[in-house]
């Protein structure tokens, strides 16, 4: 899809409104690790050069800063690529900021897919997985700029460690400005009789191409909207499966260990069905521009729609 121009960048929105946030709030801080260009948070440091930092290539560094940081009451954004900010700062993230409960917020840039031309090293597939492991951590992912406008004051005001799995450039839009977010509530997007699809992230809009092809074949697809894995909205789960019976994930992530695993503990445990998985097949990562790696990965509405019918017809 070719991007509207009116519509801003996801880093441009964070920019914006910790702009905004750091100079009501003197507790927010911001510590990049050498990619401040990159993730939209450049020109804070110019505005608030006791507030914003660059540790360099140094991200464990900049997570025992931020842990640091919010243990004298700052309320800290750490922010790097998603390799970066979840596998390399694993232990620093489940020690200093997890295990102690502090009140850091986590922006891992470019998830899954999105790294695009950084190639395999940079393409992180397991970074749900990582941090669902870990104790009092929350995993908050936004679908487009209109959600994370109104999710980013919510998580300011959450308290305790929260990663922000965001796609930084633009996206396509799924909400209009009277949508009411609540960061631990799923989206009812679409009601239907006959199949569930919980998506996530970039998929979500995919899923919603995919209901559009499915009404044409006569099947009446319920699309959620699941913006917070952890902790995951078991009720909204559970409560669409009683309805079709039937239920799809789609995620831009390994189908082991992220939406698809979460989804199938609530179920199993509650009420069991079908479930089958559009996602990462446990592969690691390439070269290549979205289109393209949607098409190799299966990420793409037609898949969805595939799946779909396979549930309905077997």
């Not at 260009?37 to 020109?43: D, E, I, P, Q, V």
């Not at 970066?84 to 200093?96: K, N, Y």
């Not at 074949?217 to 559970?238: A, F, V």
């Not at 446990?282 to 969805?304: H, M, S, T």
Request: glycine share 8%.
């Amino acid at each position: 899809m070719i991007p509207d121009n009116n519509i801003k960048e996801m880093r441009q929105i964070l920019y914006e409104f910790l702009d905004q946030k750091m100079e009501e709030d003197e507790r927010i801080v911001v510590i990049d690790a050498d990619l401040s260009k990159s993730n939209g948070t450049y020109n804070l440091r110019k505005k608030y050069p006791n507030r914003a930092f660059d540790v360099g290539v140094a991200e464990q560094n900049m997570a025992g800063i931020g842990a640091g940081m919010a243990a004298y009451g700052f309320i800290p954004f750490i922010s790097t690529f998603v390799p970066f900010a979840t596998r390399r700062i694993c232990d620093q993230v489940a020690v200093s900021i997890a295990y102690a409960n502090r009140n850091v917020k986590i922006i891992g840039s470019d998830p899954g897919i999105a790294a695009e031309l950084n190639g395999g090293t940079h393409m992180s597939f397991e970074d749900i997985g990582v941090f669902r492991s870990i104790p009092n951590m929350v995993i908050f992912e936004p679908v487009d700029v209109i959600q994370l406008k109104k999710a980013l004051p919510q998580i300011v005001e959450y308290e305790g460690p929260l990663y922000i799995r965001f796609f930084r450039k633009w996206t396509p839009t799924v909400f209009d400005e009277d949508y009411e977010f609540n960061l631990f509530k799923g989206d009812l997007i679409k009601e239907g009789k006959d199949i569930t699809i919980i998506a996530s992230g970039i998929m979500v809009y995919e899923a919603l191409l995919a209901c559009k092809k499915l009404k044409e074949k006569g099947i009446d697809g319920e699309l959620i909207n699941i913006h917070t894995i952890k902790p995951i909205d078991r009720d909204c789960i559970i409560k669409s499966a009683r309805k079709t019976n039937r239920v799809v994930t789609c995620e831009n992530h390994n189908t082991i260990g992220g939406l698809r695993s979460a989804v199938t503990e609530v179920l199993s445990e509650s009420y069991p069905v079908i479930v089958k998985g559009i996602g990462v097949q446990d592969r690691f990562g390439q070269v290549g521009k979205l289109p393209y790696l949607k098409k190799a990965y299966g990420l793409e509405a037609d898949n969805i729609v595939n799946t779909c019918m396979d549930i309905i017809n077997n």
